[in-house]
């Protein structure tokens, strides 16, 4: 539930139990005292509740965010996209936004891709250590395995789906978790992906 709606709920649901405590002398300021120091307390989730609802999509396709919610600029992303009729339950029409506390607040119906986007991050230097945060915040329809190999990490799968049990994979062809940062092919794995303060890291699935 909104956090703005819950506050509501709340406020209207004490102001006659606190009014109802006090003499009809002192009711008004103790009501409005109440009210005060709750919305005082509440004021970092209304601002982070307010900029979901009036957040808009990048526009600006030279932007690594493009697509994203414009809160999200200069924070640190995590988007994972399916193949078609393999996304996670409630996550095949278009692409989901979710922000850094778990809270979905906008679909993209109009992107070309399914899955999700978990943003809003700060402070992350190392990508997987970003994606371990991304997809525990994203619950168990996102969780990821992985193989440790001598050389860094691979991918085997995002919320059980696995490339090789959806395309052909043998001694001719392929298909794997693919990694772009910032829009562009990562040279690096992931365990040795250097992150910036405004990262979008994305990963969907490619044959060979």
């Known amino acids: 539930m909104s956090s703005i709606i819950s506050l509501t709920i709340f406020?209207?649901?004490?102001?006659?139990l606190v009014?109802?405590?006090?003499?009809?002398?002192?009711?008004?300021?103790l009501i409005s005292a109440t009210w005060l120091t709750v919305l005082l307390v509440s004021a970092p989730a209304i601002s982070t509740e307010w900029g979901r609802i009036t957040s808009n999509l990048v526009e600006d396709d030279n932007n690594p965010?493009?697509?994203?919610?414009?809160?999200w600029n200069e924070k640190q992303v995590v988007c994972i996209h399916f193949p078609e009729d393999h996304s996670p339950e409630g996550y095949s029409n278009g692409r989901t936004h979710i922000d850094f506390d778990?809270?979905?607040f906008k679909v993209d119906t109009d992107w070309n891709e399914s899955g999700a986007c978990i943003g809003g991050f700060t402070g992350?230097?190392?990508?997987?250590?970003?994606?371990?945060?991304?997809t525990e915040i994203a619950g168990d329809k996102f969780s990821m395995n992985?193989?440790?190999?001598?050389f860094g990490l691979m991918i085997d799968s995002?919320?059980?789906?696995?490339?090789?049990?959806?395309?052909?994979?043998?001694?001719?062809s392929g298909a794997y978790w693919y990694l772009t940062h910032n829009g562009e092919y990562s040279i690096l794995g992931i365990s040795d992906l250097y992150l910036e303060e405004n990262s979008v890291i994305s990963w969907?699935?490619?044959e060979w």
């Open 11 to 16: 406020l209207i649901a004490s102001t006659p």
């Open 19 to 29: 009014g109802g405590m006090s003499k009809p002398e002192n009711r008004l300021k």
């Open 65 to 71: 965010h493009y697509g994203l919610p414009d809160i």
């Open 102 to 104: 778990g809270i979905e």
């Open 124 to 134: 992350f230097t190392n990508g997987f250590e970003l994606l371990k945060k991304a």
């Open 146 to 150: 992985y193989t440790e190999f001598s």
């Open 158 to 172: 995002f919320g059980d789906v696995n490339p090789c049990e959806i395309y052909s994979c043998n001694d001719t």
């Open 204 to 206: 969907s699935i490619v």
